[in-house]
């Protein structure tokens, strides 16, 4: 009777780790790494800050704390959006994420937020200057990417968005 108990525990432990490998790999694929730095005021620490170069022809440099205050994880949801000539991308925060860009771009006024994002490729996309307080949770900004990059982008945000509201309702 061990000897049954034993090979099922081994067939259920290796049917429920391909489950779990075949999804990590499915979700690898979709999801989208998404990080908002701020940029670094006063005197460059280099521990704490770094020099980026923004845009994927390095449009400019600019000084940004290496740890981000937002990321992938506080996004409710993201959509690209028609603007006159051009596109943008609308990224909604969580309860959580609206608190914390509050309380940055009441402080940071004139600053910039530094927009990383890696879905395929891996650059700074925008970094847009802070002019108000953005109390609704929503960024928006002009990527330096194509439409279809920007799609692409917004598909693994809400992918790894949907994921997060799963795992927590």
């Not at 009777?1 to 099922?8: D, E, I, N, Q, T």
């Not at 802070?130 to 002009?142: A, E, H, N, S, W």
């Not at 799609?151 to 309702?169: D, F, S, T, Y």
Request: net charge positive; proline share 4%; aromatic share 8%.
């Amino acid at each position: 009777m061990k000897l049954c108990l034993a090979r099922f525990n081994i067939v259920l432990f290796m049917a429920l780790l391909a489950i779990g490998v075949g999804c990590s790999t499915m979700s690898k694929k979709k999801a989208t790494l998404f990080r908002v730095h701020m940029e670094a005021a006063g005197a460059l620490l280099p521990d704490r800050s770094m020099t980026v170069e923004i845009g994927k022809t390095g449009l400019f440099s600019l000084p940004v704390e290496k740890l981000p205050i937002l990321d992938e994880g506080h996004v409710a949801r993201a959509s690209v959006a028609k603007a006159r000539n051009d596109f943008v991308i609308i990224v909604e925060f969580d309860r959580h994420g609206s608190w914390v860009l509050e309380q940055y771009t009441t402080t940071g006024r004139g600053l910039h937020l530094a927009i990383y994002s890696q879905f395929g490729t891996n650059y700074w996309l925008a970094a847009p200057e802070i002019t108000r307080t953005i109390k609704d949770g929503v960024l928006r900004f002009t990527p330096d990417a194509t439409l279809a990059e920007s799609e692409r982008l917004v598909k693994g945000l809400n992918a790894v968005a949907e994921k997060a509201q799963k795992n927590n309702p």
